[in-house]
């Protein structure tokens, strides 16, 4: 349509008093686009089995810039798409910021379709942006129906081996498209054409079987060649002891035919050479049984003979299917280790740098039968071999027995080790630079966060801290590595939670563990100490308060509110249960409490990790009124005011009965006065107004006492460093951060840490001696909610609004660092230097931030060469304190200020 014809139909609308603005009148801007096209935190997702949450962000070459109104379309096809053909669902113009969760309304989208679609945004109502470039999203099998397939495995015979299963595949026609749904259980790996498909280890996701297993999608269009195809999966007994298989490849062709080839397809089975492999002892390999028939095409499904045997069906697990929604775990990083010491002929050991999770490649040349051995430990005793005594009933060994003939190159496949050193014993000869390589493996999240300051130690402290994290995904947030455990702790996620979420992006990793943590929930509402539920105790302890902890971070950092719906009944019936067990107001029950505080303040220093001087009712109970105050306000973010007003009203109970039971008068603090009790109680907010000093004077002189030393435990050690900040002490937090002698994060890296301990002494024997251990790492989050002073905020998720408020140690000349959040990067970076502060600050695109300046005079504030007050973008609010409060809308800003 012309212009002249447009302005023609626009003068009939007026004149029918229909107002019309001639889109070919508006303008299109060049200096902001759409970018990072995802759905559900996901970017071009196929096998999802939910409708798609879909969020932008938007670039910008100017500040102030919020989106004023969005438009989305999908369509079936690309074609389509790009003819701006919404087929499937048009938004329309949304007068709206959101950028964040958009959902499709009132579609009920189809099993196996993909889906494309973009967007754009205006930024008023004459400037609007291009259109985005296309993303799209591939629904899975989004019904039970859809399943054609059965679960086998062989029961009767081979346990503990690796089980492979098999089948053949010959086109009919040419292939369009081919997506293999697949559940192998405990791990598995798809081969085609003796070829890996992907770059995923350890798959699937672990999980409650019982409940939920998940699956993960394949796109294999490209791998089938027009004749036989060889199709292998081993399947290892991982997390569930006995190997289970579930697939179906669905084929489709050009002229659109299709072709399911299920579960029948695989019931060839076998063993191979992997003779052993579990979680905790490591993996055997037995190169000799390698055979080229185990690949090769032509086996007839389901024939039983000398070397197959016939797979059966089986009637478990019995959770439902679920696509497998976190990221996959793969090899991340790749170490040429050093060789430390040849310790006896024979037997080498090398040191990978730092301790850390995955295993050992070997490349080696030898004659038939020899073995060679890996043994992987966190320390080494005096005369250089191998320590595995912390390993407790974990072998954690790995074995491989050579075929002879050449070169050969081996690596487990279905096992993981948390280490720093390992022993080689068996080789033929020395070994070479280039014959091993330590290979690190995770969930493959993203870092988001980064941090660094004037002090080195601190440097260290943080790194060491996401070290310690990044060895603890493994689709579950374990506490170790290492030994006979590797389990989601929910009292470790406790205080976790933040410094991770932090560190790494966790939008899809959080509510798969939240999802672990809802299928342990029996009909009384009590939740498990691990999830998923391998041991532990049922109720979990109070202090696990990470089920609202979880859904209230992934609210406030990722702006997902579905989370907090789907999950709040769960929460509800967690915080009824625990509201249960109160008698007086108290609850009645403590396991863990305030876990392994130094040593002399353990009730038994030789046993258990449970305090003396801090009481574990009263922990339990504050945690009641934590998760009540959190239960309140998420009822509120999802309009439910009844709900909201019943758990505010048990979280001002529980605050009383906390507050009668607790407080000491005699001395102005609670319990025994400790660290762990005053900084939990104000951490609560429940001291009472007059008492507040009383308690940050008993505080602050406790830890003078001990000569700036803290004696929290795993869960205190947060609110210890938070609260003396908040209160006005960040040069004493900051004297307890930076120590280097006992206890302290300094004495783990003096004495050689690159991970963080699961105690505060350096142990080595078969007790609780883990060498990486988050649960001490909350001092992670201090660095980024204080020191940046980086902070979402619960009323305008998802960092519609946030905070920086930096807190500046006199000992610390500088600060800097950033989070890479769903609207984009914030950057903080402060230099004190001849009287002057430098504050600079980088505020996302459709975003706003409240900045705090210590300045206490706004005219000494400047913005360039200008006054804050006279810069256009930014608001002045009233002061708070030695604060002057600025609020910042998106841009860059050189904030400086006379000291």
Request: net charge positive.
């Amino acid at each position: 349509m012309n212009i002249l014809k447009e302005a023609k139909l626009c003068f009939l609308l007026f004149l029918m008093g229909v107002l019309c603005i001639p889109v070919s009148g508006k303008k299109r801007a060049e200096n902001f686009r759409v970018v990072d096209l995802r759905s559900e935190y996901q970017v071009n997702p196929i096998g999802i089995d939910v409708s798609p949450r879909l969020s932008w962000r938007i670039q910008s070459d100017y500040r102030d810039f919020s989106q004023m109104a969005y438009q989305v379309i999908v369509a079936s096809s690309l074609t389509k798409l790009n003819e701006e053909q919404a087929d499937v669902w048009n938004s329309g113009k949304v007068l709206s910021s959101q950028s964040l969760g958009v959902s499709i309304y009132n579609k009920v989208l189809q099993s196996r379709q993909r889906y494309y679609w973009k967007v754009r945004v205006w930024k008023n109502t004459r400037e609007f942006s291009e259109w985005s470039a296309p993303a799209y999203f591939e629904m899975g099998l989004l019904s039970p129906q859809d399943w054609k397939s059965g679960w086998i495995g062989y029961v009767p015979g081979m346990p503990g081996r690796v089980l492979y299963f098999k089948g053949t595949f010959v086109p009919r026609k040419t292939i369009k498209q081919a997506r293999a749904y697949m559940s192998g259980i405990g791990f598995s790996e798809l081969y085609i054409n003796r070829k890996k498909v992907g770059d995923h280890v350890l798959d699937p996701a672990q999980s409650t079987y019982s409940k939920r297993v998940y699956y993960v999608t394949y796109d294999v269009g490209k791998c089938f060649d027009k004749a036989a195809n060889s199709i292998v999966v081993p399947v290892a007994p991982g997390w569930l002891g006995t190997p289970r298989l579930r697939m179906q490849i669905e084929v489709t062709y050009l002229d659109n035919t299709t072709e399911i080839l299920t579960s029948d397809r695989f019931r060839s089975v076998t063993s191979g050479p992997i003779v052993s492999s579990t979680v905790f002892d490591g993996e055997i390999y037995d190169a000799r049984l390698e055979t080229d028939k185990l690949y090769a095409p032509g086996i007839p499904p389901g024939l039983m003979n000398k070397e197959w045997a016939w797979a059966h069906n089986t009637d478990d697990p019995v959770g439902k299917m679920v696509a497998q929604k976190v990221e996959p775990i793969k090899v991340v990083e790749r170490i040429t280790p050093t060789l430390k010491q040849e310790v006896r002929p024979g037997t080498y050991v090398f040191d990978a740098g730092r301790n850390l999770a995955g295993w050992v490649a070997l490349q080696v040349t030898g004659q038939e039968g020899t073995k060679v051995t890996v043994r992987y430990a966190e320390t080494v005793y005096e005369d250089g071999t191998v320590n595995q005594e912390n390993l407790r009933n974990a072998k954690s060994t790995d074995t491989y027995i050579l075929k002879g003939g050449g070169v050969e190159r081996w690596e487990p496949r279905f096992t993981y080790h948390g280490f720093r050193y390992f022993q080689i014993e068996g080789l033929p000869g020395k070994p070479r630079k280039e014959d091993i390589v330590v290979k690190v493996v995770r969930t493959d999240v993203p870092r988001t966060g980064s941090f660094e300051c004037s002090n080195p130690l601190l440097n260290d402290i943080h790194k060491m801290i996401v070290n310690t994290e990044a060895s603890n995904l493994h689709s579950v947030p374990t506490d170790c590595p290492q030994r006979d455990e590797r389990m989601g702790w929910l009292n470790d996620m406790t205080v976790r939670i933040e410094q991770a979420i932090y560190n790494f992006g966790l939008s899809r990793f959080y509510p798969k563990f939240m999802d672990d943590i809802q299928d342990t929930q029996d009909a009384e509402g009590t939740i498990t100490c691990v999830a998923p539920y391998r041991f532990g105790m049922r109720p979990a302890d109070p202090v696990s308060a990470s089920y609202l902890l979880l859904a209230q971070k992934c609210y406030e950092f990722y702006g997902d509110k579905r989370i907090v719906s789907e999950h709040f009944d769960g929460m509800k019936a967690w915080v009824d249960y625990l509201y249960s067990r109160t008698s007086d107001g108290i609850v009645d029950y403590s396991y863990y409490g305030d876990w392994c505080p130094p040593r002399d303040f353990l009730a038994d220093p030789n046993g258990s990790g449970v305090s003396k001087d801090t009481p574990g009712k009263m922990m339990s109970t504050g945690y009641l009124y934590l998760c009540s105050e959190i239960l309140s306000e998420m009822a509120s973010a999802l309009d439910k005011q009844e709900d909201a007003a019943r758990y505010a009203r048990i979280a001002k109970k529980t605050a009383q009965a906390f507050n009668r039971h607790y407080w000491n008068e005699e001395v102005g603090g609670y319990a025994s006065n400790n660290q762990a009790s005053n900084s939990f109680a104000l951490y609560l907010g429940i001291v009472d107004a007059n008492h507040i000093q009383r308690v940050v004077d008993n505080l602050v002189e406790d830890v003078k006492k001990h000569n700036y030393h803290l004696t929290t435990g795993n869960l205190c050690t947060k609110y210890l460093l938070e609260m003396l900040t908040k209160y006005g002490y960040v040069d004493v937090a900051y004297k307890i951060a930076s120590q280097t002698t006992y206890p302290s994060w300094g004495f783990m890296l003096k004495n050689g840490a690159t991970t963080l301990w699961e105690r505060w002494e350096f142990l080595t024997g078969d007790a609780m001696n883990s060498h990486n251990h988050p649960m001490m790492g909350s001092v992670g989050s201090w660095f980024y909610k204080y020191l940046l002073g980086i902070v979402p905020e619960f009323t305008h998720p998802g960092f519609e609004e946030f905070t920086i408020k930096p807190y500046m140690p006199k000992e610390l000349t500088f600060a800097k660092g950033s989070l890479e959040t769903v609207k984009g990067t914030i950057r903080v970076s402060w230099k004190r230097e001849r009287g002057m502060l430098m504050l600079d600050v980088t505020v996302p695109e459709n975003t706003k931030a409240k900045v705090y300046v210590p300045g206490k005079d706004i005219k000494m504030i400047t913005e360039g060469k200008r006054s804050v007050s006279h810069v256009r973008e930014i608001i002045c609010l009233p002061k708070e304190g030695d604060f002057t409060v600025l609020s910042v809308p998106s841009g860059n800003y050189n904030l400086r200020c006379k000291l």
